[in-house]
């Protein structure tokens, strides 16, 4: 059974930094490709970044030269650095196994103006 847990949201002000991690189980890890999606109240879940199996990386464009995905296949965690946050980042973090379809559970960040 996939198993993803989400870590590191919280309430940050405008302009600060936050970084997110997911930390992966029951799969392998090294073979997925991850995602990293948000979802703000009464809007749809959105693309924020991707990552493939060999590096590539995909963003929104809402957040381009802002955040960074990356993965440590050792440590079975892909990881969302987020910069010069802005409080239209506020929303719910989710984190994303491509491979299998499978979901965490959401962390939250808050963006303060």
């Known amino acids: 059974q996939v198993q993803l847990v989400e870590s590191g949201g919280g309430l940050v002000q405008f302009g600060g930094s936050l970084r997110l991690s997911c930390a992966a189980s029951?799969?392998?890890?090294?073979?997925?490709?991850m995602g990293w999606y948000r979802q703000a109240p009464g809007k749809e879940r959105e693309l924020v970044a991707q990552?493939?199996?060999?590096?590539?990386?995909n963003y929104a464009d809402s957040v381009k030269g802002r955040f960074t995905i990356s993965r440590d296949n050792a440590k079975k965690t892909v990881y969302l650095q987020m910069n010069s946050l802005k409080p239209e980042d506020t929303a719910v973090y989710y984190c994303?196994?491509?491979?299998?379809?499978?979901w965490g559970q959401g962390t939250q960040v808050t963006v303060s103006s």
């Open positions: 994303h196994d491509i491979g299998t379809g499978s």
């Open positions: 029951g799969m392998l890890f090294s073979i997925s490709g």
């Open positions: 990552i493939t199996l060999g590096g590539s990386t």
